[in-house]
């Protein structure tokens, strides 16, 4: 098979890419190893981080609206940032993108790629026995990618700051029927949050993103439910009966930062990128997809037309994900008691932001700046070395 754009990856970004590809006249293949039962497991956006990157966020996907996050500290303080939400129906949304995506052209195939090699100005990606040659490859199979790796590039500039994780569909009565997405932070999830999203009625998830302790993080999500548990016994009560419907494993690439995105005729988009975030990686595999074509009908799929990919990203993100490193980085750095404080300090007041996520982390490293002013060198050796 022979087509200008292969996809490797129906990831949110793998799937926005085969769209803007397909959008601009060039001939789309849009590859899954899970064609038929994809399991992507974010489930909650919001309205800010969707406007920022573009994204119109449809009703047909939504399970329910938000009212804004909750951020709260070990000791059980908490302060409210505001900003519409949503939690998605997470089948309904990804199969309104693959429709949109064969809608405008691309070809859905199942199938894992495996490896990959450049020549001739063509380069061919191996699925099984077989394999597919394209004008250029768009990587966007998430943090384990094999292409890349077998392209000798390293997307990540920070791989071992993934927070990986751990996540829980539960059930208990009108548990999901809260307004306020909560983000926990401290010693309960080190490097990063623990977090409980409500799904509307009696469903919701609970979910711990760990970073610097490896891939087992289940201590760490048995300890968070049990803080859960306590935290929530007044409002719930026999919430210690609280059932776990379905369990989720896997990795967050928030502060790994995107590395060597490109080579000749491969570009790598989403989260084997570092582009973490559900909005913010599908407008990065629209960016990807679009150079892609261009690069298709231009006659030059070279490493060196194709880095337009990367400056375009840049102008936009990149200094939205530098802040957030480095907040993160001087957030878990501070101590529980710390955090306590901070928190405490900001309680009863209601944090307004119309920005994205990311922002809400660079909001959450001003307060921090605010409250302890010894944060600040901290805070700018992070982001000229992060």
Same mark, same amino acid.
């Given at each position: 098979?022979?087509?200008?754009?292969?996809?490797?990856?129906?990831?949110?970004? !793998?799937?926005?890419?085969?769209?803007?590809?397909?959008?601009?006249?060039s001939t789309?293949v849009?590859?899954?190893?899970?064609?038929?039962?994809?399991?992507?497991?974010? #489930?909650?956006?919001? +309205?800010?981080?969707?406007?920022?990157?573009?994204?119109?966020?449809?009703?047909?996907y939504? /399970?329910?609206?938000?009212?804004g *996050?909750?951020?709260?500290?070990?000791?059980?303080?908490?302060?409210?940032?505001?900003?519409?939400?949503?939690?998605?129906?997470?089948?309904?949304?990804?199969?309104?993108?693959?429709?949109m995506? +064969?809608?405008?052209?691309?070809?859905?195939?199942?199938?894992?790629?495996?490896?990959t090699?450049?020549?001739?100005?063509?380069?061919?990606?191996?699925?099984?026995?077989?394999?597919i040659?394209?004008?250029?490859?768009?990587?966007?199979?998430?943090? !384990?990618?094999?292409? &890349?790796?077998?392209?000798?590039?390293?997307?990540?500039?920070?791989?071992?700051?993934?927070?990986?994780?751990?996540e829980?569909?539960?059930?208990?009565?009108?548990?999901g029927?809260?307004?306020?997405?909560?983000?926990?932070?401290?010693?309960?999830?080190?490097?990063?949050?623990?977090?409980?999203?409500?799904?509307?009625?009696?469903?919701?998830?609970?979910?711990?993103f760990?970073?610097?302790?490896?891939?087992?993080?289940?201590?760490?999500?048995? %300890?968070f439910?049990?803080?859960?548990?306590?935290?929530k016994?007044?409002?719930?009560?026999?919430?210690?009966?609280?059932?776990?419907?379905?369990?989720?494993?896997?990795?967050?690439?928030?502060?790994?930062?995107?590395?060597?995105?490109?080579?000749?005729r491969?570009?790598?988009?989403?989260?084997?990128?570092?582009?973490?975030?559900?909005?913010?990686?599908? /407008?990065?595999?629209?960016?990807?997809?679009?150079?892609?074509?261009?690069?298709?009908?231009?006659?030059?799929?070279?490493?060196?037309?194709?880095?337009?990919?990367?400056?375009?990203?840049r102008?936009?993100?990149?200094m939205?994900?530098?802040?957030?490193?480095?907040?993160? +980085?001087?957030?878990?750095?501070?101590?529980?008691? %710390?955090?306590?404080?901070?928190?405490?300090?900001?309680?009863?007041?209601?944090?307004?932001?119309?920005?994205?996520?990311?922002?809400?982390?660079?909001?959450?490293?001003?307060?921090?700046?605010l409250?302890?002013?010894? &944060?600040?060198?901290?805070? *700018?050796? #992070?982001?000229?070395?992060?």
């Amino acid at each position: 098979m022979r087509c200008d754009v292969l996809v490797a990856g129906a990831s949110p970004a !793998g799937i926005m890419a085969a769209i803007s590809a397909a959008e601009m006249g060039s001939t789309v293949v849009l590859l899954d190893k899970e064609r038929e039962s994809f399991r992507h497991p974010a #489930n909650t956006l919001f +309205e800010g981080m969707a406007s920022r990157a573009g994204l119109k966020v449809e009703d047909c996907y939504i /399970r329910r609206s938000l009212d804004g *996050m909750r951020i709260i500290s070990p000791g059980g303080n908490a302060v409210t940032i505001s900003g519409k939400g949503y939690f998605l129906e997470r089948e309904k949304f990804d199969n309104f993108y693959l429709d949109m995506a +064969e809608d405008r052209g691309a070809i859905l195939l199942k199938g894992e790629a495996r490896d990959t090699r450049d020549e001739n100005g063509r380069r061919s990606v191996t699925i099984g026995d077989e394999s597919i040659d394209a004008g250029v490859v768009i990587d966007a199979s998430g943090i !384990g990618s094999i292409i &890349a790796s077998r392209a000798g590039l390293s997307p990540m500039r920070h791989p071992e700051d993934i927070a990986w994780a751990m996540e829980a569909v539960v059930k208990h009565p009108s548990l999901g029927d809260e307004d306020l997405f909560e983000y926990w932070i401290g010693s309960i999830s080190p490097g990063w949050k623990a977090t409980f999203s409500p799904g509307g009625g009696d469903t919701a998830t609970l979910g711990v993103f760990v970073r610097g302790h490896g891939q087992n993080v289940q201590p760490f999500f048995r %300890d968070f439910l049990k803080l859960f548990k306590r935290y929530k016994s007044a409002a719930y009560p026999g919430i210690e009966e609280m059932k776990i419907l379905s369990m989720r494993r896997g990795g967050d690439p928030i502060a790994t930062l995107p590395g060597e995105m490109v080579s000749d005729r491969l570009m790598i988009a989403g989260g084997a990128a570092g582009q973490s975030g559900l909005a913010y990686s599908m /407008r990065a595999g629209a960016i990807c997809g679009k150079v892609a074509s261009e690069a298709v009908a231009a006659g030059d799929t070279s490493k060196a037309y194709l880095s337009r990919y990367k400056r375009l990203w840049r102008s936009e993100f990149y200094m939205e994900y530098l802040t957030a490193r480095a907040c993160l +980085e001087t957030l878990c750095n501070m101590s529980d008691r %710390d955090l306590d404080q901070l928190v405490k300090g900001l309680g009863g007041k209601n944090l307004l932001t119309s920005g994205s996520f990311y922002k809400k982390l660079i909001c959450a490293g001003t307060m921090t700046a605010l409250a302890k002013p010894g &944060a600040i060198p901290a805070l *700018m050796r #992070n982001m000229i070395t992060g």
